[in-house]
């Protein structure tokens, strides 16, 4: 059964901090692994991962892919209370455009 | 990017009573919409694979006849949950494939709180 998992589940941070997000999937067939903020509504896309090594960067945010050790991180650097939020990771895998979620990680970001 | 809305965004109702949402892409043509439930602090699990013009497609464990799934245009997709209890309270979220896009991106809706008394 394919399966996405996250850690930490929860996080608490003073602002300035940096943290690190963990994803790490076992699903047959992998396609893209990609990582989603979710506020109070809809999850909102950050980045889409395929290919090993190659880091992904958008302002304080990075991602990047292991595709041999099936992980991937999220990393948030100088973190700002509104990054607070609920970070989704999501595999693509197989034959269908179906999106299997981690658990998400809670992240809260305190001045 | 596409926008995908729904409506209604939160709905209260009675136990027994059946409540209908609805998913529509508002600037480009979705031959395939998702459906996904999430229950307060946990992820986002996949209900069905919705396809305009054929049957939805179930996932594991829910049930087709409670959870009905419309995809009658290429903009729209509605899911109607009958004889809703409160344990089918909960927040319904969709999402519609943009495929004239490089990468089929999957574009999520801003959900539906369902609470049933």
């Known amino acids: 059964e394919d399966k996405v998992v996250q850690s930490p589940l929860s996080l608490v941070v003073h602002e300035g901090d940096t943290v690190t997000l963990n994803c790490s999937y076992e699903?047959?067939?992998?396609?893209?692994l990609l990582w989603y903020k979710q506020e109070k509504k809809a999850p909102t896309f950050l980045f889409m991962l395929?290919?090993?090594?190659i880091e992904k960067k958008s302002g304080r945010l990075s991602s990047i892919l292991d595709k041999k050790e099936l992980f991937s991180i999220l990393n948030i650097t100088a973190t700002q209370t509104g990054d607070s939020a609920i970070y989704l990771c999501?595999?693509?895998?197989?034959?269908?455009?179906?999106?299997?979620f981690g658990t998400g990680t809670r992240l809260q970001v305190f001045p | 990017g596409a926008v995908v809305s729904q409506h209604p965004s939160w709905v209260i109702c009675k136990s027994g009573t059946s409540v209908k949402i609805e998913c529509r892409s508002l600037?480009?043509?979705?031959?395939?919409m998702f459906w996904y439930r999430q229950f307060p602090k946990q992820s986002l699990m996949l209900m069905a694979t919705?396809?305009?013009?054929?049957?939805?497609?179930?996932e594991q464990g829910v049930e087709k006849d409670k959870f009905l799934i419309n995809h009658a245009s290429l903009t729209l997709s509605t899911l109607t949950v009958t004889s809703a209890h409160p344990e089918d309270s909960s927040f319904y979220i969709c999402?519609?494939?943009?495929?004239?896009?490089?990468?089929?991106?999957?574009?999520f809706g801003p959900g539906t709180r369902l609470t049933v008394l």
């Open positions: 999402s519609a494939i943009d495929r004239s896009q490089t990468y089929n991106e999957q574009f």
């Open positions: 699903v047959t067939n992998f396609r893209s």
């Open positions: 395929t290919s090993s090594g």
């Open positions: 999501a595999v693509e895998a197989g034959n269908t455009d179906k999106l299997i």
């Open positions: 600037d480009f043509q979705a031959t395939t």
């Open positions: 919705s396809n305009e013009g054929s049957k939805a497609t179930y």
